[in-house]
């Protein structure tokens, strides 16, 4: 019988701590580990009972979407590249304060706090950094209005997200998730797996995501930056507006400001080529959170492009959260308007290309160099033309865990990370309209 070691064996694990969270006896927990700069689960031989719940809800190594869009939506969608949906629109929080601290519009605060002041929810799983561990996440169910505002902007870095979900099986009450695609497949994954959860898990708040970042990528940067990484007190990966910049507080009280994106100092100009991606994240094809409620990511296009006032996207999948955004506006706590679902398409051209067409030479040539891939259906083949962008990725990835390329990176400037890019760049195809 295949179980959670065959996961982290293969490199399929996504270190989103499903495995630990629905574990009956508390036999499995997450590392971090350092080797890697990944979360991977650890198994107590003592405990384990081998009843295979881990394993059956386990998204590193499936993720039959044609079997979660009957579970979630009774039906498959119509719209190969943003999965079932209803409505798609461009809004932000109305509270200048949410949106200024958050990552785009403010909204996943906003919804949050109306929710749970509202008693549509009890808590809220969200994430937030460790004070004492500031370079580590802590995730947490947050049942007041300051623990959803303590877990406000994006973490580039590893997210046990769902080692809470034993808190949410164990207690009463109605919860909303936050999390990356990863995280709500595994939470659907168990929600069919374990009688009464589904009821529990009132709202699944999705973010897009092209692609997460491990704690290596954290650290590589301090060092680039002088910083030794025990010196770092606190830091924000997306602080301050729009689109936002990493706030590195320092144990003597120095403060660093380093730009996220748009120059060519830049930090995300790293991550943006894929150094430092876990390898389990080349592999997902799902960019745009399709099996949540709503999802929501940055609207990245010229006409939402307001210095510090950031905009997010929506994409909304059921009812219950169309009825949360009328009630939102209806009390003037955000502003929302139509947009195609073209539109929402174009804001995200790069990664839902990557993540939707170009995964197809990341499958082929991690089977032709014998590496196992998660099963995925329904999955669209298309070889010819994605497989200069597969070894690009498959180069990043190798060689941000190799020793000597690590050490000469240290000294290439973020500029020239932004060259790199552009070759991703001219292997992508800008994104096709609608049908794929
Ligand atoms: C790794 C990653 C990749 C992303 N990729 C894209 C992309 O390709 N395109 C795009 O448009 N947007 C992407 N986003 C989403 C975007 O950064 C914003 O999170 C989104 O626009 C919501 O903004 P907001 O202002 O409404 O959220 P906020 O009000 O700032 O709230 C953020 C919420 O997200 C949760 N959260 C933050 N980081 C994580 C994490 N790592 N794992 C789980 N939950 C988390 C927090 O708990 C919080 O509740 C990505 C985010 C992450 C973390």
Redesign the pocket.
Known sequence: MKTISYVVKNNLCTGCGTCAGVCPTDAIYMKNNAKFGLYSPEINEDECTHCGLCFRCCPGVAVDMKKLNSFVFNEQPKNNLLGNFLYSYVGHSNDNFIRLN????????QL?LFALENGVIDGAL??RMKKDSPLEPEPFIARTKEEILS??????CP?P?NVALCEIIKQKGKIAV???PC?IHGIRLAELAINGLKEKIVFHIG????H?VSFSGTVFLLRKFGIDPVDVKSIKYRDKGWPGSMLIELKNGKKLRKEFVRSWNAYWNVFSCFFFTPHRCILCPD?SNEFSDIS???A?LPEFKQPNL?E??IITRSKESEILLDKLNSVGSLSFKSISPNKVLE??NF?IDFKKKKISGRFYLSRLFGMKVPYVNPFFFRKRSTLFNAFLTYFSVWSSSNKFLLYFMQYIPLSLFRIYFGLFKISSLRTIEGEY
């Not at 973010?207 to 092209?210: H, I, K, P, R, T």
């Open positions: 958050s990552s785009s519009g403010g909204l996943i605060t949050l969200v994430v877990a406000s902007q994006s973490k580039y997210v997200l936050v999390g990356l995280h973010l897009l995501c092209s997460t960019q929501l990511g940055d990245w950031g997010s996207v804001s995200q990664s």
